[in-house]
């Protein structure tokens, strides 16, 4: 039965994902106060996740590194640049809205593409392994690729930073894999498709509670928040279009493709919100809090749209067997 449920879930996720974050927006008052939750929900939805892989997977990734300095490259050079250019072109003059555009395209990768991959199936293990060391790297690459490229300065909360990605993302991962080893992979049926569905009711959970704490800054809706709307819009799904075009013109498998799609194209939007918050001026961190509401719903219909092509050539290729 969670089988079954897990399957229409997944068929779900691109109408599951804009509905949570509607929901959050509408009920945020109500939400918001659960906040504190999110970094368990995660946790236990990266738990779940990591059941499929093994330490043998990560160390394939450091032996053939190509892969994780691809993602790299588009995460803190392509895409940055191409938001600096159309920051330029669209608030010419308007220092504090190209920062916060900047700021959003510069953060380390989200914590959440791992779900995404797992959901649709990508490299687990180079997933696991780019946010690691995305996340390891960004209190350097974040406060220098800002200053560099838009003129400013933040300061990271280095420490706070590390904290919440061991509780979130290495203790669990690393167990999750540790049972795969002693289980010799059992563990993966056993306990990781039972589970399986609660990795999307998670997701929902933790959009609809970041949603409700964005809110707040979207009441005054005007021709500005608009182009700054459209804006992040762009440069988002810019991240998503690029990835998956290196990975295919490299030739990459569709695990492969689908990991680079999901860690070049999402970003730890939370983290940036808090930093735009503390650190910078109110009109830097609206592009960023703005970002949050768009992340997961392109994650949903890119992941649907890559899905699909992928199986549309399999099964014209089966019609034509028959």
Do not use: C
């Not at 735009?276 to 768009?294: D, H, K, R, S, T």
């Amino acid at each position: 039965m969670l089988g079954s449920i897990n399957r229409v879930l997944e068929r779900m996720m691109p109408i599951i994902t804009p509905v949570s974050v509607i929901i959050g927006v509408l009920l945020t008052d109500e939400l918001k106060s659960w906040s504190y939750l999110v970094p368990w929900i995660f946790a236990v939805m990266t738990f779940i996740g990591s059941l499929g892989s093994n330490f043998k997977s990560l160390k394939d990734v450091f032996t053939h590194p190509m892969r994780l300095i691809t993602v790299l490259l588009i995460l803190h050079i392509i895409v940055p640049l191409w938001a600096l250019l159309l920051g330029h072109i669209t608030f010419s003059g308007d220092i504090h809205t190209i920062t916060g555009i900047v700021l959003a395209a510069v953060i380390p990768t989200g914590i959440t593409s791992f779900i995404w991959v797992s959901v649709y199936k990508g490299n687990a293990p180079l997933a696991l392994t780019i946010i690691l060391v995305d996340t390891f790297l960004s209190p350097f690459i974040v406060p220098y690729s800002v200053s560099l490229l838009a003129g400013e300065k933040v300061v990271i909360d280095t420490f706070g930073m590390m904290q919440g990605l061991l509780g979130m993302v290495v203790i669990p991962s690393l167990l999750g894999m540790t049972l795969h080893e002693v289980t010799k992979g059992k563990v993966k049926q056993k306990l990781g498709v039972p589970l399986a569905p609660f990795s999307k009711i998670g997701l929902a959970a933790v959009v609809m509670i970041n949603s409700s704490v964005v809110a707040p800054y979207l009441k005054n809706f005007d021709v500005k928040l608009l182009t700054i709307a459209a804006l992040s819009l762009t440069v988002s799904a810019s991240g998503y279009m690029i990835s998956v075009g290196v990975g295919k013109l490299l030739k990459w498998g569709r695990g492969d493709v689908t990991t680079l799609m999901f860690t070049g194209g999402m970003r730890n939007i939370s983290a940036g919100a808090v930093i735009a918050v503390a650190y910078f001026e109110p009109a830097v961190a609206v592009p960023v809090v703005i970002g949050m509401l768009f992340q997961q719903v392109l994650a949903s219909i890119f992941g649907h749209l890559l899905h699909k092509s992928y199986e549309k050539p399999l099964i014209q290729k089966q019609v034509k067997g028959a």
